[in-house]
């Protein structure tokens, strides 16, 4: 048990201490006030902490005036701190790597803030980003804060008319984009998608960044290349102070559950608590760490801890172009090694396909200079965990699972490296200043452990959004009716266990009912990938004439099990094995009715398992909303597995 207590070492020099919880219990508004003046320079001061009067529309750090891009960028030049790398860019392309410090990045985001602002960009004028990750990408995002424009980032790999939609419920005046992104090696087109989805839109200009050289066609009236307009543009720009409420950007859910929401964050709270959160999280030194989130900016994770807090807090960051299994499966163990990664922050997706891979090619690598790692996006199935702290964190670095979503901004349960006894697949409690409960149907705490409830948030906090874009109503129903005006129902079932910790179960709309038993879906795929020749599982509930629900998995073999299994064809009596195993594991009635061995799984672009989808082709319906899903042609394999063993 003591094995996941903190080290004293460790402890020792931690940024967050136990006494925070202490101090975030006595006061909630105090708590979050001294956290905002020690995390963020405002040009004026607030002086109310929290507005709660107009609830669920909160204003937090009210009258006070801040600018992003000025705390993220200028006020380390200021400090002194000009040379420090900011982005370490690992290219995805051959030798164009590059190392980017704050005073270049001043210089950066003030060109294309004023490259921007010739486009007629202005305060309060929506951006849309299609951009893939390099570092145009962040100077963009940086400019727009700076000058007040909302951005709206979209996945440089949706399609066209995933783009358009998100234009079109922005009504953004302008698209950045690129002129193509490598990938794996290749020259892909990426302003292709742009001419598609701009015509008949708001945007009227669509700056291009020159990436790869493919061709591009070229429209003159609206189109304009950044080395035209930025390049050339003066490399300081006066930042002003907007209001703390003032809008930061727009940004949409994953779609796991349904058609993705347009989420809205403002200024001064997203940014103390993504500040705030990637210090005592994270446990960031900026001054010798190297830090690496391997999320896409595309993606929340990419904003609150690439962008936002990390460079709030002056962090040297690493900004990879590439993918986990290219030009070689080692590469994210490379690029530790070489640039002595100290915190890494990556997803479960991309643990468990390591895992897949196998545990000798992180072996081939120096990963020593690790410290802390942490995980994000989706539960941590406990075996995917062990391996994690075992093979990549040697054994002993602590590993913080942090829950949170696109509404809520920011890390809300997490242990706190420094100070928590670590528990393998749960992200344990909220951390100071973040109340977090879990309640049964009627709104009662939940008391019994294995009683199975629903995840809230009991108090605001200043990284929560702040509305759906331009739907009031929505933004209440989803979130704020059902245990009341001013309880926050964040959509993911959950329980404690004997400790008090809390587990998350996975989507309430993914709760299965079998035989009137309510069954988790990352219960039943913890206790899969815990059987050594599973790498990943995927469980739903298909509707069924005797039990209501029934369980049907779908399982990703490890490397070598899958080897075996080709070559002895023993798909059948695996499948009786893995059953066998859920009924030990948990009990009789977890057993999936069926299991499928599938080489991928239908998953978003930021690497989450789409249940939904896998739902609708275990009851035989035509499949739902597919634009975010990373690779559509997964789910034609899997519905002609479907057919072939059905
Ligand atoms: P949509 O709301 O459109 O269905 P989404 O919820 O997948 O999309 P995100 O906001 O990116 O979009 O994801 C947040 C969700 O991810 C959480 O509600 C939770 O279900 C899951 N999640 C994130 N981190 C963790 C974690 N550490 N442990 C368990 N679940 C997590
Ligand atoms: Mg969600």
Redesign the pocket.
């Known amino acids: 048990m003591s094995d996941y207590a903190p080290s004293t070492k460790f402890a020792d020099q931690a940024v967050g201490k136990a006494a925070l919880y202490d101090e975030a219990a006595a006061d909630h508004e105090g708590f979050w006030a001294a956290r905002a003046r020690e995390y963020v320079t405002w040009s004026k001061d607030f002086d109310t902490t929290l507005d709660w009067s107009d609830a669920p529309f909160a204003k937090w750090f009210v009258g006070g005036e801040l600018n992003v891009a000025y705390n993220c960028v200028d006020r380390h030049v200021e400090a002194g701190n000009g040379d420090r790398v900011a982005i370490h860019f690992v290219s995805a392309n051959d030798d164009d790597d590059r190392a980017i410090t704050y005073a270049e990045m001043q210089r950066e985001v003030a060109k294309a803030a004023n490259g921007l602002a010739s486009l007629g960009v202005e305060k309060g004028d929506r951006v849309a980003i299609y951009m893939q990750m390099i570092p145009e990408t962040i100077f963009t995002m940086l400019a727009c804060a700076r000058i007040g424009a909302p951005h709206s980032l979209v996945f440089a790999g949706f399609s066209a008319d995933a783009l358009r939609a998100r234009i079109d419920d922005a009504d953004a005046k302008i698209v950045v984009t690129s002129d193509g992104q490598f990938r794996k090696g290749k020259a892909m087109p990426l302003k292709k998608a742009v001419d598609d989805a701009v015509a008949g839109t708001s945007a009227k200009k669509v700056l291009v960044v020159k990436r790869t050289g493919i061709d591009v066609a070229w429209n003159d009236d609206r189109d304009v290349w950044w080395d035209d307009v930025v390049t050339p543009a003066s490399d300081t720009h006066e930042a002003v102070a907007h209001d703390s409420e003032h809008p930061l950007f727009l940004l949409?859910?994953?779609?796991?559950?349904?058609?993705?929401?347009g989420?809205l964050h403002t200024t001064g709270g997203y940014l103390v608590q993504c500040a705030y959160s990637n210090a005592v999280v994270h446990d960031l030194h900026p001054e010798t760490d190297v830090y690496w989130c391997t999320a896409d900016i595309g993606?929340?994770?990419g904003h609150s801890y690439i962008v936002y807090g990390p460079m709030a807090n002056g962090a040297t960051q690493i900004v990879f172009e590439g993918t986990p299994d290219s030009p070689h499966k080692g590469v994210f163990w490379e690029i530790v090694q070489k640039y002595g990664v100290s915190i890494l922050y990556t997803a479960?997706t991309a643990i468990r396909t390591f895992m897949k891979w196998g545990h000798d090619i992180p072996e081939g690598y120096d990963l020593s200079s690790l410290r802390v790692l942490g995980?994000?996006?989706?539960?941590?199935n406990p075996e995917a965990w062990r391996w994690y702290r075992e093979h990549i964190g040697g054994g002993d670095t602590p590993i913080v699972?942090?829950?949170?979503?696109?509404?809520?901004g920011a890390i809300m349960?997490?242990p706190l490296p420094g100070v928590t006894e670590l528990e393998p697949g749960?992200?344990q409690a909220p951390i100071p200043g973040i109340h977090a409960e879990v309640l049964d149907d009627d709104g009662n705490k939940l008391t019994d452990p294995d009683a199975v409830g629903y995840?809230v948030l009991t108090k605001p906090w200043p990284a929560m959004l702040r509305g759906v874009w331009r739907d009031p109503q929505r933004y209440k129903d989803t979130y704020w009716s059902r245990f009341g005006p001013d309880l926050y129902f964040?959509?993911?079932g959950a329980k404690y266990d004997e400790k008090g910790n809390i587990w998350?179960l996975?989507?309430v709309?993914d709760v299965m009912n079998v035989s009137g038993h309510r069954m988790s879906t990352?219960e039943i795929e913890s206790a899969l990938v815990s059987h050594d020749k599973v790498a990943e599982a995927a469980v739903v509930g298909a509707t069924d004439p005797t039990t209501g629900q029934a369980i049907e998995a779908f399982v990703i073999l490890r490397q070598d099990a899958a080897d075996a299994a080709d070559s002895a064809d023993e798909g059948g009596e695996l499948v009786t094995e893995l059953r066998n195993h859920v009924a030990t594991q948990i009990g009789p009635i977890a057993k999936p009715r069926s299991i499928m061995i599938v080489s991928e799984l239908p998953k978003?672009r930021?690497g989450?398992i789409m249940r939904r989808l896998l739902k609708d082709v275990a009851e035989n319906r035509e499949v739902g909303d597919v634009t975010?899903l990373a690779d559509s042609s997964v789910m034609s394999l899997i519905q002609d597995g479907m057919k072939s063993s059905g």
Do not use: F
């Not at 949409?252 to 929401?261: A, D, E, F, H, L």
């Not at 699972?401 to 809520?408: F, G, L, N, P, R």
């Open positions: 949409y859910t994953s779609g796991t559950t349904g058609k993705p929401k989420i993606w929340v994770t479960p995980s994000v996006g989706e539960p941590i699972d942090t829950w949170w979503q696109t509404e809520t349960n997490s749960s992200s995840l964040a959509g993911d998350i996975g989507r709309d990352a978003t930021s989450k975010t």
